[in-house]
């Protein structure tokens, strides 16, 4: 993985950070004009977006899913499937998520609730799915035979205390997407219920992928997704604290990736 660092700004929350800012490479997309992109995406959204994503390069230039992609908050999670589409070779899927993201939608559309499934039915290079930290009620929800496609994993079967961490086996290349609403509340703020992981509990699993996947088979992370900021006039908070906690995490991830790429290669 290289360190291009996209922002997609869907629901205005961008405007209101300022980690991206600190490096003059990254590349802001303002997603806002958009109609048919808040949870669900249409057709003609889907092609927007994708043309939007891969405009300025060339693919002699870059992997469009390659870098470190910041997708808005959780109702644009499905902005993974898009990005893993961009993937033409066998890889590994890896998601830090509260939700299972599984769910058949009401309509033939791709939707934040169930884009993991559509990658599961419409990628074909996909070969393992990975899931950590997803509600155990909520995977109980499932179709049955949906659930069997992909593997789950409590944050007591990774997160193993002072005996380190447990990292899924992963049989390719890894794709990781990671929505914060996995997070404890007390430690960040999104727009959707949430987990009970810390955000250090977080930075060490990356951490550990991403040497594991180097040292022990010599494969790079293609590339990394990020979601799961709160909203711009969210309720029931102190949304500048949100905001600012929302963005001082963002910024010590792509610092913390950029030294991990550095001390890999």
């Known amino acids: 993985m290289n360190k291009n660092v996209t922002i997609l700004n869907f629901s205005g929350i961008y405007d209101h950070e300022s980690f991206y800012l600190q490096d003059k490479s990254s590349r802001f997309v303002d997603m806002k004009d958009i109609s048919g992109t808040n949870a669900y995406c249409d057709d003609s959204a889907r092609e927007e977006i994708l043309r939007r994503i891969s405009e300025d390069y060339s693919d002699a230039e870059r992997s469009f899913a390659r870098g470190i992609h910041f997708i808005d908050n959780g109702n644009y999670h499905y902005i993974s499937a898009l990005y893993t589409s961009l993937v033409k070779e066998p890889f590994s899927l890896v998601v830090l998520d509260h939700h299972p993201d599984m769910q058949r939608p009401m309509f033939d559309i791709l939707s934040?609730?169930?884009?993991?499934?559509?990658?599961?039915?419409?990628?074909?290079?996909?070969?393992?799915?990975?899931?950590?930290?997803?509600?155990?009620?909520?995977i109980d929800e499932l179709d049955e035979n949906g659930a069997k496609k992909a593997k789950f994993y409590d944050l007591e079967d990774v997160f193993l205390g002072d005996t380190g961490i447990s990292l899924p086996k992963t049989e390719h290349p890894v794709y990781l997407s990671i929505d914060k609403d996995v997070l404890k509340r007390g430690e960040i703020v999104t727009n959707w219920d949430q987990g009970e992981l810390s955000v250090d509990d977080l930075f060490g699993f990356v951490r550990a992928l991403?040497?594991?996947?180097?040292?022990?088979?010599?494969?790079?992370?293609?590339?990394?997704?990020?979601?799961?900021e709160c909203t711009p006039d969210q309720e029931g908070c102190d949304i500048s604290k949100a905001i600012a906690g929302n963005d001082e995490f963002n910024l010590k991830m792509i610092q913390y990736l950029d030294d991990l790429v550095t001390e890999l290669r």
């Open 210 to 228: 991403f040497i594991t996947e180097k040292k022990c088979f010599d494969r790079d992370i293609i590339g990394v997704d990020i979601c799961g």
């Open 112 to 138: 934040c609730g169930g884009w993991v499934l559509d990658v599961i039915q419409n990628n074909p290079f996909v070969r393992d799915i990975h899931i950590i930290g997803a509600d155990k009620g909520l």
